[in-house]
């Protein structure tokens, strides 16, 4: 059981921070469509190093990431690195044309830049 003063007013990624304490071994992520699998403390390190790199492009707390990916368990540690940074996941559609892709990048470009 997760103590609750743990839980209380934390950001989602401190849960698996917690858990890669409690059982770094254990399996967290599972892509069924391929082999990728990783542990709770190989996760919290993929989301610290990906959260890093997006820091180092000059995401801040607040920006919105826009992410083009197909269906794949490693989406999850770009979510996760977004909230490590405080910023947003934009999750946008793969299966979209490319200029409806375009135009949705035209706008996020505005609206990340306009503030």
């Not at 921070?17 to 993929?46: G, I, Q």
């Not at 992410?67 to 979510?79: P, W």
Request: include cysteine; charge should be positive; aromatic fraction near 10%.
């Amino acid at each position: 059981m997760i103590p609750a003063e743990y839980l209380n007013n934390k950001p989602p990624h401190h849960l698996l921070t917690y858990h890669s304490y409690r059982t770094p071994e254990k399996t967290a992520l599972v892509n069924l469509d391929s082999s990728y699998h990783v542990t709770y403390a190989e996760l919290v390190e993929r989301i610290e190093r990906l959260a890093t790199g997006l820091k180092y492009r000059g995401v801040l707390p607040g920006d919105r990431v826009a992410v083009l990916a197909q269906n794949d368990a490693r989406v999850f540690e770009t979510l996760y690195a977004c909230a490590y940074l405080g910023a947003v996941m934009v999750p946008m559609n793969w299966r979209l044309r490319a200029p409806r892709n375009s135009i949705l990048d035209q706008r996020l470009y505005a609206q990340s830049h306009t503030a």
